[in-house]
């Protein structure tokens, strides 16, 4: 394949201050990098290109009816609910997405949320920096009740290569794990595979590690958070839209379950009227799970090698079956 021609939609969801280098993308072709790219303007920057590569940037029928070189769509993700797949194989266009590559980030960060809400280090730090130690009697300040996670009941909903990390984690910590997964044979680790209804039920935290889609939007709504104990924590590293973000803060205001640890929401950067803003005993962070440097720049490694797989026609990671 002669040279190709590339365009970067949104780098700066990747990079911050040059780092990491998009380089092992730039050798591949001739590559044009945009930090951001509106979605009325995304057809217009990719113009005659025959490769894209974005993170959250909507490719759309339209777009692929207005980019008539366009053959391949790279992501900087593993979900891909951002690219109209069927559209995609209509224009013989190759959609490859990166698994796994955020495995150990996500997982860690799991249980960055779950030990604040079970240890209170934060807060602990924060009450001797404002002095409180210094004006106790007593060599033990211990004012917030912790607990441990020995013994209590992980449910882990999705057991790809997040939802089993967490699981090992979870075990380390002396943990039951539950499991609820499309592919139960692959629940091995000493965790159980049970159906949802089951893990909502039994678990302590319940922790979502699933790809959206249509199938299981708003899986996490009125009606299964009732199922849920009123002690139990809900974590979501996944994608927003799993959550009826509505029904969870109404449940949390009504102390119908203890707490909830948010990292993505339906819609981001999170809006002002975000039902969740705000809300009694929910902890939200800005989608920054998969974030840390090296986790990017393993990916940004990965879409480079999609990418040269696709130029000497053997693509990899394909999410579409694109026609002959």
Same mark, same amino acid.
């Given at each position: 394949?002669?040279?190709?021609?590339?365009?970067?939609?949104?780098?700066?969801?990747?990079?911050?201050?040059?780092?990491?280098?998009?380089?092992?993308?730039?050798?591949?072709?001739?590559?044009?990098?945009?930090?951001?790219?509106?979605?009325?303007?995304?057809?217009?920057?990719?113009?005659?290109?025959?490769?894209?590569?974005?993170?959250?940037?909507?490719?759309?029928?339209?777009?692929?009816?207005?980019?008539?070189?366009?053959?391949?769509?790279?992501?900087?993700?593993?979900?891909?609910?951002?690219?109209?797949?069927?559209?995609?194989?209509?224009?013989? $266009?190759?959609?490859?997405?990166?698994?796994?590559? /955020? %495995?150990?980030? @996500?997982?860690?960060?799991?249980?960055? &949320?779950?030990?604040?809400?079970?240890?209170?280090?934060?807060?602990?730090?924060?009450?001797?920096?404002?002095?409180?130690?210094?004006?106790?009697?007593?060599?033990?300040?211990?004012?917030?009740?912790?607990?441990?996670?020995?013994?209590?009941?992980?449910?882990?909903?999705?057991?790809?290569?997040?939802?089993?990390?967490?699981?090992?984690?979870?075990?380390?910590?002396?943990?039951?794990?539950?499991?609820?997964?499309?592919?139960?044979?692959?629940?091995?680790?000493?965790?159980?595979?049970?159906?949802?209804?089951?893990?909502?039920?039994?678990?302590?935290?319940?922790?979502?590690?699933?790809?959206?889609?249509?199938?299981?939007?708003?899986?996490?709504? $009125?009606?299964?958070?009732?199922?849920?104990?009123? /002690? %139990?924590?809900? @974590?979501?590293?996944?994608?927003?839209? &799993?959550?009826?973000?509505?029904?969870?803060?109404?449940?949390?205001?009504?102390?119908?379950?203890?707490?909830?640890?948010?990292?993505?929401?339906?819609?981001?950067?999170?809006?002002?009227?975000?039902?969740?803003?705000?809300?009694?005993?929910?902890?939200?962070?800005?989608?920054?799970?998969?974030?840390?440097?090296?986790?990017?720049?393993?990916?940004?490694?990965?879409?480079?090698?999609?990418?040269?797989?696709?130029?000497?026609?053997?693509?990899?990671?394909?999410?579409?079956?694109?026609?002959?």
């Amino acid at each position: 394949m002669s040279e190709v021609k590339i365009v970067i939609l949104d780098a700066a969801t990747i990079v911050r201050d040059g780092l990491p280098s998009l380089e092992p993308i730039c050798v591949l072709g001739q590559t044009k990098i945009l930090p951001f790219t509106d979605d009325g303007e995304i057809a217009n920057a990719i113009g005659d290109a025959d490769a894209v590569i974005c993170n959250k940037c909507q490719i759309t029928e339209q777009v692929f009816e207005q980019c008539e070189n366009l053959r391949y769509v790279g992501l900087f993700a593993t979900g891909y609910n951002n690219i109209d797949l069927k559209a995609a194989t209509k224009a013989k $266009a190759v959609v490859c997405n990166v698994r796994g590559y /955020s %495995a150990y980030a @996500v997982a860690q960060h799991t249980f960055a &949320l779950i030990l604040d809400c079970f240890s209170h280090a934060h807060s602990y730090a924060l009450a001797v920096e404002n002095g409180d130690w210094i004006r106790q009697k007593l060599f033990s300040y211990f004012y917030i009740p912790t607990n441990e996670l020995a013994g209590r009941t992980m449910g882990i909903v999705g057991f790809g290569d997040i939802g089993s990390q967490v699981a090992k984690i979870a075990q380390a910590f002396g943990m039951r794990v539950l499991a609820c997964t499309r592919t139960p044979s692959r629940v091995g680790q000493g965790a159980l595979a049970v159906p949802l209804e089951q893990l909502l039920r039994e678990s302590d935290i319940v922790s979502l590690h699933c790809p959206l889609t249509t199938q299981n939007e708003k899986m996490i709504n $009125a009606d299964t958070l009732k199922l849920m104990k009123k /002690s %139990a924590l809900l @974590v979501n590293t996944a994608r927003g839209g &799993l959550v009826d973000e509505y029904a969870l803060a109404k449940a949390l205001n009504e102390g119908k379950i203890a707490g909830a640890c948010i990292d993505v929401l339906t819609h981001e950067p999170m809006r002002e009227d975000c039902p969740l803003f705000k809300v009694k005993n929910c902890m939200i962070t800005p989608h920054v799970a998969w974030a840390p440097i090296e986790t990017r720049e393993r990916l940004i490694d990965e879409v480079a090698e999609n990418i040269k797989c696709w130029k000497e026609g053997r693509p990899r990671n394909v999410v579409n079956l694109p026609n002959e």
